[in-house]
């Protein structure tokens, strides 16, 4: 590609520690989309400029399974797939995927869109950075034995999304939400982290690899893909 070549794992891990940017390349036959990636309980609100200007997508937490479940954060398809709102649910419950509904995954991780409840309006920067950061450090209460209440701190609907790794991690799913949390357990570090795609503003589409790297190089940042973030972690488990 250009001469330009993606870094080792190691690399990776050693800057998420240093609490850098990475950027994380998922795989071809999957949604081809490469993710800001940084932990989400030392964002700053350089960190979440820096992703909604040069990425664009959406600004996501994605969690641990452990954490998810002791924080009771549910599948949002699941709300809708179980919902009875004054007789609404049958609508709803049509809105659910199904089957063949998203051409690269069975199931999306999306959870509960949050605000931390000292935010304005959660949208903000600095907003986004309160919530973000508190959501991390939920969840190294909870991984911790923590007893958390996200009520306390948090309202919902919000502006942060949270994502719910699969209970396999990448053995089920190989999404961005399951490779950030994956890379953050080889950091060592709370698995939570901030995530965004990368989006091409000329082509509508997301950002190609190549120019994913291409940023990388320019901005000194470690770039990787997804097959490799799966090879270490099983390396690490041998």
Not at 1 to 17: E, H, L, Y
Not at 51 to 72: E, F, N, Q, S, W
């Amino acid at each position: 590609m250009d001469n330009i070549k993606t870094k080792s794992v190691q690399q990776a891990v050693k800057s998420i520690q240093k609490n850098k940017m990475i950027l994380l390349f998922d795989a071809e036959d999957r949604e081809g989309e490469t993710d800001f990636v940084i932990p989400a309980a030392n964002v700053t609100p350089d960190h979440i400029y820096q992703m909604r200007r040069d990425g664009g997508g959406l600004i996501c937490v994605a969690i641990h399974p452990i954490a998810a479940k002791k924080l009771g954060l549910p599948y949002y398809s699941d709300i809708l797939q179980h919902s009875d709102l004054n007789g609404n649910g049958k609508i709803l419950r049509k809105l659910v995927e199904k089957d063949g509904d998203i051409p690269y995954d069975s199931r999306s991780s999306f959870s509960l869109w949050v605000n931390h409840r000292d935010t304005f309006t959660g949208i903000g920067d600095r907003d986004r950075t309160l919530t973000i950061s508190r959501i991390g450090s939920v969840v190294q209460d909870t991984m911790s034995g923590i007893d958390v209440d996200l009520s306390s701190e948090f309202r919902s609907p919000g502006h942060v999304s949270l994502l719910r790794a699969a209970s396999g991690l990448v053995d089920e799913r190989t999404g961005q939400t399951e490779l950030s949390v994956v890379l953050a357990q080889l950091a060592c570090i709370t698995p939570a982290m901030a995530i965004c795609e990368m989006l091409d503003g000329h082509t509508g589409l997301a950002l190609t690899k190549q120019d994913a790297l291409k940023y990388a190089k320019e901005n000194n940042l470690v770039f990787i893909e997804g097959k490799d973030v799966i090879k270490e972690y099983n390396r690490s488990l041998k």
